[in-house]
């Protein structure tokens, strides 16, 4: 027979494990100001213009100082298939835009000049909560056959950014080519 007896009090060990149980809870519940980190780059402190081209730097892009456009927007409390393509788009970077549902945000928009293989305006889109955090971010054409894709610069051998053409297209099956 094994005896084992232990010092304190059973509230004292209650107490102790209630507090590792919420310690571990908190590490791992995902909150509303979480920041993301991916390949590199942390997307918190993006408060100022200089901070914004630098981060967009990180990523290889060379982009006009200058915004081409700052316009603050609501991100959907319910989002439509448009940000829901959107949202995987952001989600295979990192990001997720669902915790941001209902709020309000800042889209920056930068022209890119070093975009390869392309001779159309490139332009590069972060939108940024509380004028701090990256909560979403984007490569983009304004063309009739663009594009966009995350901010990963695409890859030298094979042109591409990893993302299929389709899973590229925000717009891709909301039309048929009859509405066109």
Partial sequence: MIVASIKGSALRLAVVVAALVILVGAALWPAHGVVMVWDGQSYQGISDNTKRVAFLSKFGWTVDPTPAEVVEIVIPKTFDQVYLNYNEIQKKQGLDLTPYQGTRAKRWTY????????????????????????????????????????????????????LAPAAADITSGMFDSSTV
């Fill in 111 to 162: 022209k890119i000049s070093n975009y390869p293989n392309y001779n159309g305006d490139v332009f590069a889109d972060l939108l940024i909560e509380n004028d701090d955090v990256v909560v979403a971010g984007d490569v983009r054409t304004v063309a009739i056959n663009g594009f966009i894709h995350g901010l990963s610069r695409s890859n030298p051998q094979t042109g591409t950014t990893g």
